[in-house]
């Protein structure tokens, strides 16, 4: 029974996930079409996109997908007892794992994390403002870095990683989710006046309801026209 939790909850959540993707393409691209505004982290993804097409950075993303299983294995007071990172595989040998463990690394864009840490250090010392665009470019690449590996990880063959979680049917709808939330938050953080995060709570909620409200529907209709079938 216990099983079968997790892939319930992700076929519910499914609408949802599809309806915030939705919702969130609908918000963020005219956002990002902003150039004068964002033209330093567009002109970042892009480098990055043509890093990704010749098959670059495999063994970087390899090193922060294990590091960041490692660091929320510490945040959820997990003992670490080895990492290994070669050019392609990887593995973090723990004494136990939890969804949020084995889903971090697909969830948390480490290295826009990193850079933006190393901005704000450097903030805190001098006068930054004249690194703002480079700031913005390593941001963009490295936001770019981590969808295109998670998508690249996701498309392919099922993970460990997502059946220690709960299974694919519960994992995915849940990192959908999570990263088109994320994505919102760090736009909204690197441009503060670019997007209103009330409009768009507004907007996926109510293309969230939408969607469920279609589901409701169909599945009421479906189910009155069975009983009509079978009283006749």
Not at 2 to 7: D, E, G, M, N, V
Not at 19 to 36: D, H, V
Not at 75 to 92: A, D, E, L, N, T
Request: a positive charge; proline letters at 5%.
């Amino acid at each position: 029974m216990k099983r079968a939790i997790k892939p319930l909850i992700g076929i519910a959540l499914a609408p949802a996930a599809l309806a915030a993707a939705w919702a969130t393409a609908a918000m963020l691209a005219p956002a990002l079409g902003r150039f004068s505004v964002t033209f330093p982290l567009l002109c970042g993804a892009l480098a990055c996109l043509l890093f990704h097409g010749c098959g670059q950075g495999k063994r970087l993303y390899v090193t922060a997908h294990e590091l960041t299983h490692a660091l929320a294995a510490l945040f959820s007071g997990v003992r670490i007892r080895r990492i290994s990172v070669k050019k392609s595989s990887g593995y973090v040998l723990l004494d136990s794992t939890n969804a949020f463990i084995s889903l971090a690394p697909y969830i948390i864009p480490l290295y826009t994390l990193a850079v933006a840490s190393a901005y704000w250090l450097a903030g805190r010392f001098w006068d930054a403002a004249p690194l703002r665009p480079w700031f913005l470019a390593a941001a963009g690449f490295t936001l770019a870095f981590h969808l295109l590996h998670t998508a690249d990880i996701l498309a392919g063959p099922v993970q460990s990683d997502l059946r220690k979680a709960g299974g694919p049917v519960f994992s995915i709808p849940v990192l959908l989710l999570l990263n088109c939330l994320g994505l919102t938050a760090a736009l909204k953080l690197l441009f503060p006046g670019l997007l209103s995060l009330r409009a768009y709570s507004a907007r996926v909620l109510e293309t969230q309801g939408e969607v469920y409200a279609a589901i409701f529907s169909a599945a009421s209709y479906a189910v009155n026209t069975a009983k009509i079938y079978f009283n006749s």
